[in-house]
């Protein structure tokens, strides 16, 4: 299991048309390109893919949209997270009839639960779902963060396979690594800024938003950091760094980020510049400097030993 | 229309059978409950009503069997909070088609949003929605409390007709009475506790939880309250504190409050003792603690002047 | 002792020059305003008092100077709050010998307590002060809100005689009123906001910033909520609503408040418009809106029924 | 300035004794103990250190008698951390005059600062102390994250020289790596967890708290990562994790971390089990758990390579 789940998995951003509907031609365009700059892997339905705006239709055609551009040439990582356990099941049991290999939720996000009641969400939801489950702590959306002694309980059920860390905290990521003594255990860090330093120290990769746009950055810093080799990881941190800082800043949204990847992968030719509601795209100004900034970044980029 | 939307309206729990399907049987019994308890008004799939834990499918069903079981005799006001605005806007015409007079909804509660962009999402669903649109801030669950000032700009939209605050603050709840100028806007406040003092100080009436348990009370208390009728207020709120205290805290989970109506709504015979996951209902001895203290609470009630 | 602590007794701005230095003459200034104004009582070094900012012996000087100037007409309250108990325990000593009446203190602020230390830290204090001890529970500022339960239970020592509520959260200033069976226990708000609402349903009084720039006002409204005279409550709850709306949110600066306060009250002529690090009162483009806005209060002051 | 500041510099303890007086002898036993371990500098007056706790006399005495047992072996820093700036600056003269080579301070953590203000407040501070500063991010404490960019523009003052950051968040440490473009400029990592990998990707060492009980283990560790020593770094992370897991979390309180460096350094020898109000030792049965896992970590230090 930990052989098939390593490396780079970026959390697929979902092409919308102005009409909010699916986008299936920007669909096959975003799987060819992340495949073809090396990734490990895809997932789809998490926070970058603004699964929960998504109508229950659109999900499930994303999924099946999904399953069919990949081809099985890498696995697929299916976001099942939601308010309601059936609806979490509904769309596992549909990832499953498309050929994902695993599933990927966050805790239930409206109420606030205790790590008790985390623990026993969890355990019922992987007994009720054919394909292997990620954890996925989340804790600045999600308002819960799974503690180290939760994470430990769970780890030892057969179906919970991995977790992806997006808390950005790297003492939780240790302590996960130090206490979590399943060999085949999956841990991926979401944030890219950080995911050269969590592999170092033995971490599985990366679940990173800017992969999207620059997959083969992102792969080739991971084979970096599994080599020990600081010369190129010195060069792409600066740059990983400089795409964080230029593309998710702008505007100072709370979802800066989100509206970063999204309008730089419109201009990359991926998607539309079409976001989900709540969440709106960048206005045309901020438009003109994430535009402005890609430039700068490929022409950088160009001169990389990728 | 604030003379439609004043008084008590409970957020009515949703009784739920063992297999997780919904209790047709128990909204009947709860729905004529309330009504013979004299309340003002019937408010599903809220909070306490668990909306974001049910599938759309007992969300569906709950809207018509509510509908079809009230017959008119009070107003029925339908939550359509969800993370995506479709699915709130397919709630929101099921709600219509089935003879709702008005539709409440949360911010989405995912996402960290901007007060610019929670405008703008409420301005949207009221421009979407036929039935009139009530604001609901829950800050502790959605993370984002709606500011007096945007407050204000959504109440100029014609289709938003009033505003259920559930943050406890009542310093803010002040300040929306003090700011919003519009004599037809509806100001309900959701804990029991402050509903008297809320209502003395102006406001429009109380979303209360206990109403599904003891309707009467709460809408005496409202009357009182209306009426400045100090000796009554003083003895029903010490009544509804003890509640509150008695039913409210047992176990010391984050949601003892939900638990615990649904606990006292099952020995009251509305109910199963059942809830959606990921709450769970109390353990066999929670629920002894429940039922001697239920007892107590209805020896105090029958010496009351209701 | 509930009858020497009720009704109006302003948390007391702090006077002082450009050098950082305490202004001796505004104190007495302020202090004869509130006096002259009807208040119950004055409490020096609270959160509008910049305590925690001032050094000690600015602290010390206060504590002197306050009681000087007070010529035992009213009651001293004096804030002790400070991250060293034996800090708190000097001032409390200075206090005791100055005169003062009482002392008052926000749990210690730097680490994060559970409900047991915060118990057992409060139990220390009030064994080891002369005077008697009001606590005061502060949770934007301290990260920790004191329990109902560690209240009750603090409540039942001898030399704990009070509780200043600055939550703004009136679920909890209820819960506390109802679960503390103490006749002799004061129970203060802050947010002069709901100070009327607080007093309708059995609170001691406010402590109220506000008082400090129209004393008379907030006194005026402490008596109608007393005899439940609602034409003047809705007078003065509008006037000191205006009041909060346009001297307290001026610049959207997290200490807005203060620096309003602060604002006004040199503009009234009571202090120079200075305040302590690292707070610092408005620009000169700010200090034109409360001058403006001033004005127009006070204009409106003066048709009400005082 | 970066030479001098690099390496392990361990938050001293501050050693009490049981009448909260300052234990001279502990303060000896303690330095000699850091220096012997090859420390890189000592840094008093810290959150570890309880600085906030002490009355200022035991403060001044703390940093007097350490400068005079330190002897000038390795730098010192001293903590001036204070809600009140004036007391601050007290404290940085008397570090100036006692021979200290730098000071820190966090954030005045009483009142919510903007950054506006926390810049202002930093920039009035480093103009005014003698010693160059070192900035202190600590938000879990004192509610409030320096931005990057508050930083970056700090970092320009020629008397501000390095920043500690305790956030446990490397997303931030290394936007902080990137943004900040001053050669001379140290970044300092508080938790112990993750100093191996801020190390590794660029950062300047750590004021790690074990240090206080085992200074060679984090020293060696130090230098492991700076020659990208991966066998060692992984034998010596298992090890820092261990300490971490088996001493810092005992009793789940929200100081179990102090509370465990404090009881294990007093079975040591190097100090009394005493803490400074509103914190307390551990039980005797809580010190009974530290006691047995303190004897299995120093069987295992024993077989490392240090």
Not at 29 to 35: D, T, W
Not at 53 to 82: C, F, H, M, Q, W
């Amino acid at each position: 299991m930990a052989e098939k789940f390593k490396g780079i998995i970026p959390p697929m951003i979902t092409p919308i048309l102005s009409n909010s509907k699916l986008d299936y031609d920007g669909v096959g365009k975003i799987v060819n390109h992340l495949i073809e700059g090396g990734v490990n892997g895809i997932f789809i339905l998490g926070t970058t893919g603004e699964s929960i705006s998504l109508s229950y239709e659109s999900r499930r055609n994303l999924i099946k949209e999904t399953a069919t551009r990949i081809e099985g040439r890498v696995p697929l990582l299916v976001g099942i997270t939601d308010t309601s356990i059936e609806e979490s099941l509904n769309l596992a049991s549909l990832a499953y009839e498309s050929g994902a290999e695993a599933v990927v939720a966050t805790p239930p996000f409206y109420f606030h639960l205790g790590q008790e009641e985390l623990f026993e969400y969890y355990w019922d939801l992987a007994n009720q779902t054919k394909l292997p489950l990620f954890l996925y702590n989340m804790p600045s959306m999600t308002k819960i963060s799974m503690s180290v002694e939760t994470a430990v309980r769970l780890s030892q059920h057969p179906n919970i396979i991995g977790l992806k860390d997006s808390s950005a905290n790297t003492v939780y990521f240790q302590a996960l690594k130090y206490s979590i003594n399943r060999k085949d255990f999956s841990l991926f860090v979401g944030p890219e800024e950080i995911m050269a330093e969590t592999v170092l120290m033995g971490g599985s990769g990366g679940v990173t938003g800017g992969a999207n746009l620059f997959p083969k950055l992102y792969v080739k810093m991971y084979e970096a950091a599994l080599a020990h080799d600081f010369d190129r990881i010195k060069i792409f941190q600066k740059q990983i760094l400089e795409i964080a800082t230029l593309l998710y800043t702008v505007g100072k949204y709370n979802s800066s980020y989100l509206k970063g990847v999204k309008g730089a992968a419109s201009l990359l030719g991926l998607c539309e510049n079409q976001m989900a509601s709540p969440l709106k795209p960048f206005l045309p100004k901020e438009m003109e400097k994430i535009s402005t900034n890609l430039e700068g970044i490929m022409a950088n980029l160009n001169k990389l030993p990728l």
